[in-house]
């Protein structure tokens, strides 16, 4: 039987591993999993000395127990400070909490997973409050918006290399770029002011060892294949909410790189058990054939999820999630 860890490079690589791995680029339900929270952003930040390295450690402690609990094949850790913005664009000031934690569930989980991070240096949808600023710059200063999404992107491509090299062998990219009606930028400007940069990014990273995940949620059909040719080995969402169909998208890519996600996370909070069994059931279905499928939500599992409707998925995985005749262990199943 093979490992979580093994699953998922199989499934990176676009190939059939013995049952098909699952994992989320976000885990919210410690508390209501193992009885305890995550401690981060502005609590952690208020420790130090040996409280903040104790927390750090419970921290770990949380990781590795999530991840094997739930047979993850890989588990994200969060940043423990969030990105800090300026005009002069996003850093953190320190990574260094992170970076321990990434090498202690590195060296701790014995390699049953994969550590995952990342961050993302190209342009996302901007919030409400900018759309309108950012687009006009766009045509009167598309220079400096050139030139200030090769800063983010070199910036974010030096903090990933730092994570790699700490052991987060997974990068997630989440820059989010579509809407249900489809890309915020048209083709042609996505072209031009993303396009380059996300292959630049996929390019180093990729280089630098890692597996690299890109997320986006929406209608990502009208520039899919700029996505496909900056070669990330995976896609997530595929999002049911913009009525991404996952067989359709599962033909189209083929073997250009895996997918990931298709399960819909408004019937998980919603509580609806069919629509969650039918929504996990045809992901399955329409994934997993060939390899190159990540069972997971087309979001991630946040707070707002009730732990036991997101079982009714993970469950749905064991019953259907079978490539060959030797099924999970009973041990490994969770809860």
């Known amino acids: 039987m093979m490992t979580p860890r093994e699953r998922a490079i199989e499934a990176l690589n676009c190939r059939i591993p013995d049952f098909v791995p699952t994992m989320e680029i976000d885990f919210e339900l410690t508390r209501q999993l193992l009885g305890e929270d995550l401690l981060l952003g502005e609590e952690l930040c208020k420790l130090s000395g040996k409280e903040k390295t104790a927390a750090l450690n419970k921290n770990i402690d949380l990781y590795i127990r999530t991840a094997l ?5 890989a588990n994200t ?7 800090l913005y300026t005009p002069e664009g996003k850093f953190y000031d320190t990574l260094e909490d992170e970076l321990y934690v990434i090498k202690q569930v590195y060296k701790e989980s014995n390699g049953v997973f994969l550590v995952a991070a990342g961050i993302d240096g190209t342009y996302p949808i901007p919030d409400g409050s900018s759309f309108e600023e950012f687009s006009y710059r766009l045509f009167d200063e598309e220079d400096d918006m050139l030139a200030f999404a090769k800063q983010n992107t070199n910036w974010a491509i030096e903090q990933m290399k730092r994570m790699i090299d700490a052991g987060a062998l997974v ?3 989440c ?5 249900n009606s489809g890309p915020f930028l048209s083709p042609s400007q996505f072209e031009i002011f993303i396009y380059p940069f996300l292959r630049q990014q996929t390019s180093a990273l990729r280089e630098a060892g890692a597996y690299v995940i890109k997320h986006t949620d929406g209608n990502i059909l009208p520039i899919l294949d700029m996505l496909l040719d900056c070669r990330p080995h995976c896609i997530h969402s595929i999002d049911p909410l913009a009525r991404m169909d996952i067989a359709q998208i599962k033909k189209y890519i083929g073997k250009r790189c895996a997918i990931m996600g298709n399960v819909d996370s408004t019937l998980l909070q919603l509580g609806d058990i069919d629509g969650i069994r039918k929504s996990a059931e045809n992901a399955l279905k329409h994934g997993m054939p060939d390899g190159g499928y990540i069972f997971s939500t087309c979001n991630t599992v946040f707070k707002d999820i009730k732990f036991e409707h997101y079982k009714i998925m993970l469950d749905t995985r064991y019953q259907y999630g079978k490539y060959f005749t030797e099924s999970l262990s009973p041990q490994t ?3």
């Open 175 to 179: 820059s989010d770029y579509c809407f």
């Open 333 to 335: 199943k969770c809860c």
């Open 77 to 83: 850790i969060h940043p423990t400070r969030t990105p």
């Open 69 to 73: 609990t739930l047979d993850y094949s």
């Open 171 to 173: 990068m997630y990219n």
